[in-house]
């Protein structure tokens, strides 16, 4: 009885922190009732990392910056972050100077391969093969350049097909790793931790409706307060 007591006192434990100026309070159980994604059994370790993840980077679920999901009970949860939120707080650094992006295609007569801006290209004789972005800092003379391949970051099902949102929108999704990935790498501390779904082969349409927090009665707990969201705590916070 008094382990069940304990892990019930946890599960409502509450965290608050401010996201863009808005109180988010998360809580395992508030969690676990609202914002998993999929039909896996999610764990207490993957929902205290989630709601670190929030609470460090000043993310918030309700209005769905970031997203938790869980396929089956095998394989581990996913922690991505909207690409707006990549875009948003980007332009939000004083420093930001913008970006180009593209991909990377080859000609399938001639083998020609071609830089592009943008996501366009011929299927029926072009082959997208990569993707690539800069990202321009007002403070460093020449931009972050970085190139992702197909091959290496194309969302996979168990019998090793293309998913779904990989086969529909491959140019789409090549260009917005290299992005991510750009950004993430001039701007740090601003996305430490942060991955889109483009990269950790999310095949589901994600729900971008934004969600009401709950209101109802939460057990008197501790309530953990956070002023400032630029490193990834250590260890768990909820104990």
């Given at each position: 009885m008094l382990q069940n007591n304990i892990a019930k006192k946890n599960?409502?434990?509450?965290?608050?922190?401010?996201?863009?100026?808005?109180?988010?309070?998360?809580?395992?159980?508030?969690?676990?009732?609202?914002?998993?994604?999929?039909?896996?059994?999610?764990?207490?370790?993957?929902?205290?990392?989630?709601?670190?993840?929030?609470?460090?980077?000043?993310?918030?679920?309700?209005?769905?910056?970031?997203?938790l999901i869980k396929y089956g009970n095998t394989l581990p949860a996913q922690m991505v972050v909207s690409k707006d939120v990549f875009l948003k707080r980007a332009e939000r650094n004083s420093e930001f100077d913008g970006l180009d992006a593209g991909i990377i295609v080859i000609n399938n007569e001639s083998g020609e391969l071609t830089y592009r801006k943008g996501a366009?290209?011929?299927?029926?004789?072009?082959?997208?093969?990569?993707?690539?972005?800069?990202?321009?800092?007002?403070?460093?003379?020449?931009?972050t350049h970085i190139e992702v391949s197909v091959e290496e970051y194309a969302g996979k099902t168990k019998d090793g097909k293309l998913n779904s949102q990989w086969a529909s929108k491959m140019a789409t999704m090549v260009r917005k790793v290299a992005i991510t990935q750009a950004l993430r790498e001039t701007f740090p501390n601003d996305f430490q931790q942060m991955y889109s779904?483009?990269?950790?082969?999310?095949?589901?349409?994600l729900d971008e409706t934004p969600i009401q927090q709950p209101t109802q009665q939460i057990?008197?707990?501790p309530v953990y307060q956070e002023q400032t969201y630029q490193e990834q705590p250590e260890g768990v916070s909820l104990v």
């Open positions: 599960d409502n434990q509450l965290v608050e922190f401010s996201a863009n100026g808005e109180k988010v309070k998360l809580s395992p159980a508030i969690v676990r009732n609202y914002l998993v994604n999929g039909n896996g059994q999610i764990t207490d370790q993957e929902i205290v990392y989630f709601i670190n993840l929030c609470k460090s980077q000043g993310l918030n679920p309700f209005i769905k910056d970031c997203y366009f290209y011929l299927k029926d004789r072009e082959e997208v093969v990569g993707g690539w972005a800069d990202v321009f800092r007002k403070n460093i003379s020449h931009p779904e483009e990269e950790m082969n999310v095949d589901m349409k057990e008197q707990t």
